[in-house]
């Protein structure tokens, strides 16, 4: 990503601060695992879209007193033997040539930074990202440390940055838009890969194994998410990740997956049949499922609701849902579909963003999902694509990935055929 995205992001962001005002965001730690071992680490989301930083331990500060707005950057000092362990660090030459912030120090002088700025200046207020996903969830590193500059310096009114830097992130860029269509055609070569594997008898790890194997080689180093492969009735729960159990001639396999490319996400679902060929129960079901998906879709542009397109999909699934003997009243639908059509996508899979009362606008990333499961039956399906808001409209920005019945049969026949 180029400089100027990192600066245009934190201008966006200063205008959203009071004067007399400092901000602190974090980049984050990597997590404990186990004994010496850290789990691999992701910088603070947040943190990421203000800065271009990926490393751990670097912290962003940021004061306004009226027009007279100063960025300073506190980075690990590198240290030449630690490198031979863990690799290059990064510099402050490196640093601000990401970020486009000239004032950069050592890690270790932020706290005396921070003290003697809150002491020295008359700021009234700290801002920090203080995101909290629970009344019960225990605080983390950023909220310990708010807690801690309010005992130490109680003239200070906390703030919290989070929904500001959310609803940024909600407007993609057109470079933004280029990771994440990279991030959907990786995932779509992915995909093709592994249906060209697909056969009575293979088991849910090998056709992730393919999709991996491509992801790796693709320049991709990471999944977007978690993978579901779910053959058969094991398709009906959302969440199914296992993906350890052999897949049988007459199921159906719900894959919901997608690649991370340089931090942006693709998040992609299809049902595809074991055997290369849909029943006609499973072909009724599933075109519900796409025309479902088509209207919506079809309805995307800027003004309408958010809340619209489930709405559209539930009208959509119920109406055919009684027609194919699947419900037998409106009310029943929530038996067959039990989640949201749709989500922002961006920098997370599931991204940031208060869809309350919101209205679609141009620059918006949405998924569109909708699915039907029938458990008695053994069938699971979801066909979900990735889709930008336009000025009048929208365009589909997985297009290309296969999706009709008649694509995928055409595609499971000649990969068979080439065998």
């Known amino acids: 990503m180029k400089q100027t995205f990192f600066v245009n992001n934190r201008q966006k962001l200063v205008q959203a601060l009071a004067d007399d005002s400092i ?46 707005v100063e960025e300073t950057l506190f980075i690990e000092k590198v240290d030449p033997v630690l490198e031979k362990w863990s690799g290059k660090m990064m510099t402050a030459d490196e640093a601000k040539a990401i970020t486009g912030i000239g004032k950069v120090q050592d890690r270790d002088t932020f706290e005396r930074f921070f003290h003697a700025a809150v002491t020295n200046y008359d700021y009234k207020n700290v801002y920090f990202d ?35 830097i959310a609803h940024l992130r909600l407007f993609k ?38 999709f991996t194997y491509n992801l790796r080689t693709s320049g991709a180093k990471h999944y977007a998410f978690d993978p579901i492969v779910a053959g058969g ?25 997608g690649a991370e490319f340089d931090q942006y996400n693709a998040d992609i679902s299809r049902t595809f049949p074991v055997n290369g060929t849909f029943s006609d129960r499973q072909k009724a079901i599933y075109n519900l499922v796409l025309k479902a998906e088509q209207e919506v879709i079809s309805a995307i542009k800027p003004g309408v609701p958010f809340t ?70 053994g069938i699971g399906i979801r066909i979900e694509d990735d889709v930008l808001v336009t000025e009048d409209g929208c365009e589909v920005l997985s297009k290309d990935i296969l999706k009709t019945v008649d694509e995928i049969e055409a595609f499971m026949a000649k990969a068979k055929a080439t065998k």
């Open 23 to 68: 901000a602190v965001l974090f980049a984050g730690e990597a997590s404990h695992k186990s004994a010496d071992a850290n789990f691999p680490f992701k910088p603070n989301r947040h943190y990421y879209y203000l800065t271009g930083l990926t490393k751990p331990s670097s912290i962003l500060v940021i004061t306004k007193r009226g027009i007279q």
């Open 233 to 257: 009735a094991r398709a009906t729960v959302l969440h199914y990740e296992e993906n350890d159990r052999d897949v049988q001639d007459g199921e159906l396999v719900l894959v919901d997956i």
């Open 173 to 210: 860029t057109q470079d933004e838009i280029v990771k994440i269509k990279r991030a959907i055609e990786v995932t779509k070569e992915g995909i093709e890969r592994m249906v060209s594997q697909m056969r009575p008898g293979v088991n849910e790890a090998e056709l992730e194994a393919h």
């Open 130 to 164: 203080l995101e909290r996903r629970g009344f019960h969830e225990l605080p983390g590193r950023v909220e310990m440390f708010a807690r801690k500059t309010q005992e130490q310096y109680p003239m200070l009114v906390i703030q919290n940055l989070y929904r500001q």
């Open 308 to 377: 619209k397109l489930n709405e559209i999909t539930k009208q959509v699934l119920a109406e055919g849902g009684k027609e194919l003997g699947l419900i037998e009243n409106d009310e029943e639908l929530s038996n067959v579909y039990y989640h949201g059509v749709s989500h922002s996508l961006g920098l997370d899979t599931h991204d940031v963003g208060d869809y309350r009362g919101l209205e679609l606008q141009p620059g918006m990333v949405l998924t569109v999902e909708p699915g039907l499961y029938i458990s008695e039956e």
